[in-house]
């Protein structure tokens, strides 16, 4: 596992945003694997900055997300579908055909999970994952369990991650329960992953990932099983 520690956000952002350019102007027409949440929002600004400027352009890239509340509707403004054409794809030059969120109002979420793995397959698999960590570990919403799912799935959030998530809604009973995600083996197939972290709040998730042990209690910490992931964190998720 490589590490990257940074003083701040912005240059965690700025670290994450290089490994993004690179492997685009190595493969314009990458698969990207993308997160929500506020961590990847700094990555997102500089990944528009960038294209307006005309540095690097998303024309050929396409892009699959990680997870989807469900059941949520794509024009509701708490969607990841949402966040995610607010956030990137409206500023940047992605066709947005291209850009692939788990449906959040399929009515067979088993037969969607099928439809997602089979979209990724003939996508022809994640060329980079960016992933986010949650304070109890949890990669996409692959929550802390006894046992984890392989592949794309819906899932019950954790009191923890409604408690959590719940600075973005009204209170905390708005926060949808469930949620659609890619599974761990949908993470660990794509080919490269960077991982985010900041804040002293995901120090002790970040230590079960760092140290090398893997535990489906710590759902990032099953990244130990794959050869290409880097970490950028800043000091304080590094130092608590
Ligand atoms: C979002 C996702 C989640 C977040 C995690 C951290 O698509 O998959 O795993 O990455 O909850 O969220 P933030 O960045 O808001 O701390």
Redesign the pocket.
């Known amino acids: 596992m490589n590490l990257i520690v940074c003083k701040n956000y912005e240059e965690v952002s700025a670290e994450a945003a290089k490994i993004v350019f690179e492997q685009i102007k190595q493969k314009p027409d990458s698969v990207l694997g993308l997160?929500?949440?506020?961590?990847?929002e700094g990555l997102y600004a500089n990944m528009i900055r960038a294209n307006q400027a005309g540095e690097i352009s998303f024309r050929d890239v396409r892009t699959v997300?990680?997870?989807e509340y469900y059941p949520i509707r794509p024009e509701n403004d708490q969607s990841?579908r949402y966040f995610m054409n607010q956030k990137l794809f409206l500023h940047i030059d992605i066709d947005r055909s291209n850009t692939h969120v788990p449906d959040g109002t399929a009515a067979d979420p088993q037969k969607e999970g099928l439809r997602y793995e089979q979209l990724i397959s003939d996508l022809g698999g994640i060329d980079l994952q960016v992933?986010?960590?949650?304070?109890n570990g949890?990669?996409?919403?692959n929550e802390p369990d006894t046992e984890l799912d392989a592949i794309t799935h819906k899932t019950d959030l954790t009191p923890s991650?409604i408690a959590?998530?719940s600075r973005f809604f009204a209170s905390e009973e708005d926060v949808p329960k469930q949620a659609l995600?890619m599974g761990m083996r949908s993470i660990l197939n794509a080919r490269k992953i960077i991982l985010?972290a900041c804040?002293k709040e995901?120090h002790t998730a970040l230590q079960h990932l760092l140290n090398g042990k893997i535990s489906t209690h710590w759902p990032a910490s099953l990244l130990n099983l794959h050869s290409d992931v880097t970490v950028i964190c800043d000091t304080a998720a590094r130092e608590g």
């Open positions: 997160a929500t949440g506020s961590t990847p997300n990680l997870d990841y992933l986010g960590i949650g304070q949890h990669i996409g919403f991650t959590v998530n995600t985010l804040g995901k």
